[in-house]
């Protein structure tokens, strides 16, 4: 092996005679480019350093004058990790209880082959929150949709009565479930399945928000349908709210021909929408559904399936596990930033700024109504979507904006999705408004 050193913490971090804060922003691209996968295109010559407070990253910039390596600045952040941080960066009652944890309690691994005291506190908590029999926890998102799939089809064929290797689990169109071969097998985007087949068998896609299509498809197929596994607003999509009767109509129809109801909640859940769960805004419980994201707070991953007794309940000891999913540490941190959640009142400060900002939105549509076509959104899941011209073009908004230091990014060519950290203030909605206010008007 090649030598090795590495000494120092922040920007004194030093690996084989690189100090991080002597890197500027062209340094860390160039290494990244040449170190790294080529799954990311980041925005250019802008880098986070550490953050300001809840809501406020700091980045490094070139020096204008070009005598320093960098400069930074505040950037009011739009996006929050892709809901990942809800409860706000560096949430305190959570990085206490994180502290607290290691240097006191002093238990951060173990797998789940031996019992640990926290496990308790975290099933009692998440089962508290969702409504729900039974969870059982993972790490990511994609893992969260890859066990409702794997328990959709158990639950299938020995609930059900599917015949064995005939289970059908539908999804819906311009979905996203994350990146596992389930996940690219159920997505429709050409880009995230181009030379990843074959696919998972199995699967049928109705288009979202179409309660006929779905209704067709289950008279064609009930027997065999085991799960519709979907989420309750589209967000990679481009943040795609539904009908309000849509989910009502749709878990009628689930009953109606026994097919579980499978809500992928990664990115709705924990407060986002106005609710501590996106289905609660429309009145209906789905049979099982996964979360993850802010379910670690920002602080760590952590994602969970929860769902009936009956569902959950398929599985045996042997046929689903994680190292990481549940152990100590990620327990603890799940119970806090459950904890926050409700006791912050973040679903309702959603609900108040989400409010807030699609006032904005609908104002700066009323002020350019050939540029903006559409404001979306429900609690702090907000969209605007842009006129299909290529000066309306998502990814030079998001450069604009942050010129005006406010961090968004465009989903497919014209739409920004705005979701904030559900503390954020109201001041801070209308420094965002203002900004795209600012760059809408220059385009
Ligand atoms: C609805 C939904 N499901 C699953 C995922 C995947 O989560 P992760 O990236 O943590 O695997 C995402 C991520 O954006 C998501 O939005």
């Known amino acids: ?55 406020t990253l700091v980045c490094r910039k070139p020096d204008p004058e070009k005598i320093l390596a960098f400069i930074e600045e505040d950037l009011l952040d739009g996006l929050s990790c892709y809901s990942a941080v809800n409860q706000g960066q560096l949430n305190q009652t959570i990085v206490d209880a994180v502290v607290h944890h290691l240097s006191k309690e002093k238990l951060p691994t173990v797998p789940r082959s031996i019992r640990h005291k926290y496990m308790a506190a975290f099933l009692l908590a998440s089962t508290a929150l969702t409504e729900m029999d039974r969870v059982i926890p993972k790490v990511t998102g994609v893992e969260a949709s890859e066990l409702m799939f794997k328990l959709a089809r158990r639950w299938g064929y020995q609930v059900k009565g599917i015949p064995q290797g005939e289970a059908i689990i539908v999804g819906a169109r311009g979905n996203f479930h994350g990146r596992s071969m389930t996940a690219v097998s159920l997505s429709d985007d050409p880009e995230a399945r181009e030379g990843f087949g074959p696919f998972v068998p199995g699967i049928e896609l109705v288009p979202f928000n179409d309660i006929v299509a779905l209704e067709t498809l289950f008279k064609q197929k009930s027997e065999c349908i085991a799960a519709y596994l979907v989420e309750p607003i589209q ?3 481009g943040v795609i709210v539904p009908d309000e009767d849509y989910w009502p109509k749709v878990a009628k129809l689930c009953k109606e021909y026994n097919i579980l109801l499978a809500l992928d909640e990664v990115q709705t859940g924990f407060g986002r929408t106005g609710a501590h769960f996106a289905h609660q805004l429309y009145g209906i419980k789905p049979d099982i559904m996964g979360c993850g994201k802010a379910a670690g707070g920002g602080i760590l991953p952590v994602s969970f399936v929860a769902g009936r007794d009956e569902v959950i309940g398929v599985l045996t000891p042997g046929s689903e596990g994680s190292t990481f999913g549940g152990y100590p540490l990620a327990s603890v941190v799940s119970v806090f930033s459950i904890k926050v959640l409700v006791e912050d009142k973040l679903a309702e ?4 700024r989400g409010s807030q900002l699609l006032e904005h939105f609908n104002n700066l549509k009323s002020e350019f109504p050939d540029k903006i076509k559409e404001v979306r959104g429900k609690g702090l899941l907000t969209a ?22 406010v961090y968004a990014k465009e989903t497919h060519h014209s739409t920004l999705r705005i979701a904030p950290s559900l503390t954020i203030n109201a001041v801070q909605i209308d420094q965002i408004a203002g900004a795209i206010q600012k760059v809408i008007g220059n385009l």
């Open 384 to 405: 605007f979507e842009m006129f299909d011209d290529p000066k309306l073009d998502g990814h030079k908004v998001s450069l604009g904006l942050l010129k005006q230091n």
């Open 235 to 237: 967000g990679e999509a």
């Open 349 to 352: 400060n959603a609900m108040l």
């Open 1 to 55: 092996m090649s030598t090795l050193s590495i000494a120092g913490y922040g920007d004194q971090l030093t690996v084989n005679g690189i100090r991080i804060g002597d890197l500027s922003t062209a340094d860390h691209e160039t290494i990244e480019k040449e170190k790294g996968g080529r799954n990311y295109d980041p925005l250019k010559d802008v880098v986070i350093s550490h953050v300001r407070n809840s809501c």
